[in-house]
Nanobody
Framework: VQLQASGGGLAQAGGSLRLSCAAS????????MGWFRQAPGKEREFVTT????????DYADSVKGRFTISRDNAKDTMYLQMNNLKPEDTAVYYCAATGGFLSTDPDEYEYWGQGTLVTVSS
């Protein structure tokens, strides 16, 4: 499955952005999906993940209560609604897919999108 992330851009602190991840090549219903991010000079880190049905989610503590992950299996698209953005959210955001279980470990994800840059100004 090929993944294409979009929706990044520049936002002010306290603002919002909505990222999308569109799948192609095959339906993404069989996959657990996730969002990860990588800030300059830092390791890639887990943001959030969602189960195949969308009924289970998990979030990094740093984004709980501010970010919401969702998916529309009919459209083969996943979303990340980011509210109350902070400068420390600045990073390249990657969507990823795994045929396994919900995981916070990027090594568990087999497929990756190209990333979309989110910049939050103070």
């Amino acid at each position: 499955v090929q993944l294409q992330a979009s929706g990044g851009g520049l936002a002010q602190a306290g603002g919002s952005l909505r990222l999308s991840c569109a799948a192609s090549g095959r339906t993404f219903t069989p996959y657990v999906m996730g969002w990860f991010r990588q800030a300059p000079g830092k390791e890639r880190e887990f943001v959030t993940t969602i189960s195949r049905s969308g009924g289970r989610t998990d979030y990094a503590d740093s984004v709980k209560g501010r970010f919401t992950i969702s998916r529309d299996n009919a459209k083969d698209t996943m979303y990340l609604q980011m509210n109350n953005l902070k400068p420390e959210d600045t990073a390249v955001y990657y969507c990823a897919a795994t045929g396994g279980f919900l995981s916070t470990d990027p090594d568990e994800y087999e497929y990756w999108g190209q990333g979309t840059l989110v910049t939050v100004s103070s």
